[in-house]
């Protein structure tokens, strides 16, 4: 429903001062773009979440003449999945709202390699599953707005960790709070400013 992110440098989740960093899908690929559920402006989540499709999707079915309604079916939400039906079959509007979500995820990732020069930069989550045209989108993307310096040496690869990666990305961060008072169940204390870093992921 979200664009969720994680960072890992040196082996290590990165958590900011508070842990809380990573949130990717807030960064600004259009000044002018739609408003963000959190309430910011042109967010990359407002553009190519699956609830940002869903909205572009309905709002295409309202209007008059929309051919996205011949794509319908019984009881179905209008969704990304509608939409790349309807793009496959040729429908121009439908394409152009995946085409701009697709940009959006380049623009994503080219500011993530200029500002941190990863390795590989993972795409999951249903969306990225289902329309591979995304990888094809973002790399050209990055290629256009990244750094050449930069672009030329990071990968853009799906997920291989289906519906569990969420879980294995947190368990270093659960391993560095076992035994650490501050996070017990029912504790009062304050969590410390800094949260240490986690082990190496294996």
Known sequence: TGVGGGIISGGRP???????AGEVGHLVVEL????CGCGGVGH????????????EARALLERPGSSLAAFVRDGE???ASLLGRASEAGDAEAAAILQRAWVAVGALC?????????EVIVIGGGIAEHHPRL?????????RRALPGFADRVRIAPASLG???SLIGLLPIVNDRLGDPAFA??????????????????
């Open 14 to 20: 990165l958590l900011g001062q508070d842990g809380l």
């Open 32 to 35: 002018d773009g739609p408003t």
């Open 44 to 55: 990359v989540e407002a553009i190519a979440s699956g609830t940002a499709l869903e909205r």
């Open 77 to 79: 939400p209008p969704d």
């Open 110 to 118: 080219a500011s993530l390699v200029n500002i941190l020069s990863p």
């Open 135 to 143: 990888f094809d989108v973002a790399r050209a993307e990055l290629a």
């Open 163 to 165: 519906p569990d990666v």
């Open 185 to 202: 169940v029912g504790s009062h204390l304050t969590p410390p400013a800094s949260v240490p870093q986690g082990a190496p992921l294996s």
